[in-house]
T-cell receptor, first 115, second 117 residues
Framework: ELKVEQNPLFLSMQEGKNYTIYCNYS?????LYWYRQDPGKSLESLFV?????AVKQEGRLMASLDTKARLSTLHITAAVHDLSATYFC???????????????FGKGTKLSVIP | DVKVTQSSRYLVKRTGEKVFLECVQD?????MFWYRQDPGLGLRLIYF???????EKGDIPEGYSVSREKKERFSLILESASTNQTSMYLC????????????????FGPGTRLTVL
């Protein structure tokens, strides 16, 4: 059974600082997904990492994937208040039906950026 | 843009009622999913469907059933609602495995916050 663990679960950081969120998963996978959720809203796709060594960046967020270590990181550079949200990582697994494919999500990291 | 819509943003029902949550996607996606989200527990998969009339149990299917009669629509049914089913319900869809351009990225609807009294 696939397990996805994120840490930390809560992160309070000052504006301008850097930090990294870690996502470990328990079974082999060649891809990993990151989502963002604002309070009271639904999940929005941030990054899809499709292979070992993949790195994607958007603004102050950069995600990377190490499939050998079963680890993905989401690095925040010079945080700003607008980045306050909950961030989820998710890893895929196949279902029993042909063509079925599902995601298992971590519990999420609630990020608060303080001015 | 992919659009996933859910029939209600907020819903209040009484214990024992039959509840239908509807989800519609407009991107011809093969896969559709129902999750519930609770504080401290993250997202948990209830059911998913990888084709019309095909469904598969997720991690917490007890107390729920689903229906997918058309490709664009996936319904979650609570046969007899109970207070422990009070939660945020999220629907998502994705392209099928093996479809060109598919990365199995899931796109989420706005959510339905269900309260069972």
């Amino acid at each position: 059974e696939l397990k996805v663990e994120q840490n930390p679960l809560f992160l309070s950081m000052q504006e301008g600082k850097n930090y990294t969120i870690y996502c470990n998963y328990s079974t082999t996978s060649d891809r990993l997904y990151w989502y963002r959720q604002d309070p009271g809203k639904s999940l929005e796709s941030l990054f899809v990492l499709l292979s070992n060594g993949a790195v994607k960046q958007e603004g102050r967020l950069m995600a990377s994937l190490d499939t050998k270590a079963r680890l993905s990181t989401l690095h925040i550079t010079a945080a700003v208040h607008d980045l306050s949200a909950t961030y989820f990582c998710a890893a895929p697994s196949k279902g029993s039906g042909a063509g079925s494919y599902q995601l298992t999500f971590g519990k999420g990291t609630k990020l608060s950026v303080i001015p | 843009d992919v659009k996933v819509t859910q029939s209600s943003r907020y819903l209040v029902k009484r214990t024992g009622e039959k509840v239908f949550l509807e989800c519609v996607q407009d991107m011809d996606h093969e896969n559709m999913f129902w999750y519930r989200q609770d504080p401290g527990l993250g997202l948990r998969l209830i059911y998913f469907s990888y084709d019309v009339k095909m469904k598969e149990k997720g991690d917490i299917p007890e107390g729920y059933s689903v229906s997918r009669e058309k490709k664009e629509r996936f319904s979650l049914i609570l046969e007899s609602a109970s207070t422990n089913q009070t939660s945020m319900y999220l629907c998502a869809s994705s392209l099928g495995q093996g479809v060109a351009g598919s990365y199995n990225e899931q796109f989420f609807g706005p959510g339905t916050r269900l309260t069972v009294l």
